[in-house]
């Protein structure tokens, strides 16, 4: 027999050094990034409410609805938006993926539409090319109460029109939104900031008037002047906004096509009785806006006033990123600022509509069959709640009753044999026993709905 191997022992020293250590678990943080935020069951009424109007609105007004990424090349932003902005100099999530694409999440809806305008040349179609849009995007901003890192926007753009009749159609789409959503105090402000042309005159001109204020300029207001001089118009600081109080105004300086045209929108939005004041200072914060701004304020009176949205008209935009030459305008609107609003002045959110029909059951034959009838009674678009993971009937009558159902189903052992349902008026409290056959009719007339309940499914936003 051979002599058995002498099994080597491991020297101490080595077992110490392979030991394998554990690296320790970074703690889990339970809560959302700063700036984001969760949208819980108690809020989704106003966001229906919100996505139901605006996609119905988005209907009538012939809008057809796009769904870009989330992510996109960020030179894409940086190009439309422009590099001197706030939004993509600080504000942009950017990052490098395995690949080595630099990509970014979208700060806004617009780049992302005229890229998939041109990337799909929808060119060859019909003109306006209206589009709706809708969905969060991200901003690396100080976060404040109606200011987040994530924001829902949901976002209108027309392609291929020049007429100022579009300007005036899409500021009457935003009011009739904002309007419809049971907000009736806003403001719409309106400005014209001119084209490449007259904009080049009127940027030299607000430059030396700048130069003369620089010392009572704060200091991001100093680096603007140099690249995107009419960002200073707009600046929040209270010494900026006294500084500029006697600067040159835009329109002052239009060219006169660019009049013509906001001369021709002040008429038409005349014409639609659409109250709007004229803004001189408002310039928007993106490169991308041509001729036509707007922006829409809520009217709350304790002095805090918030954005609810604003546009504008981009004719350059599509040619820039190399597209055809191709007029366009469109605007957003901030849907958290909505429902701020909206819970400031009490109106109404969706009120989705409510079981009026509690299916109980009783034993485990009963419990087995109960599935198949709740899904019998959707099919069939009755509505109907259920608690089929108690046993009691007792318990089970008392959630019917919580919920204030008209009608109960009551299927025990022996009604399971049967075939039959037991029927209790709830209000009443007057019990029959119907065949399963027949129950969906019954129920339909009991709860005298032809109309069935119709299930709406809308897209995630
Ligand atoms: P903008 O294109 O930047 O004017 O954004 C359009 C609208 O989105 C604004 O008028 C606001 O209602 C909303 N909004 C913009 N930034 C934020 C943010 N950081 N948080 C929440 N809402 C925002």
Redesign the pocket.
Known sequence: MPKPKKIQKTPKKLVKKTRLVRPALEPLVLRTLR?MKDILPEDQPYWDQIRRTSERLSRDWGFFRIDTPLLEFSNLFARSIGEGTD?VEK?MYTFTTRGGDKVALR??L?AGNCRAYIQHGMNILPKPVKLFSSGP?Y?Y?R?QE????????INFDAFGELDPILDAQVIQVAHRLIQSLGIKTFQIQVNSIGCADCRKDYRDLLISYLESKKNKLCQDCRSRMENNPLRVLDCKEDKCAQAVAGAPQSIDHLCEECRTHFRNLLEYLDELDLPYIINPRLV???DYYTKTVF??WSGSEEGKK??????GRYDKLIKNMGGEDTPAIG????????ILEMKRVQAKPYRAPKPRVFLAQLGSLAKKKSLRLFSELEKNGIMAAESFGRGSLKSQLKSASRLGVEITLILGQKETLDGTVIVKNMITGVQETVSVEKLVDIIKKKLKTDSVVVHHITQGM
């Open positions: 700036g939004i504000e700060p806004e617009t995007v901003r901003d976060p109606g200011r987040y890192r994530e924001h829902y926007q928007r914060g993106l922006e829409i918030n954005a609810l949205g604003g546009g605007f957003a609107l901030g849907v958290e600022r909505l």
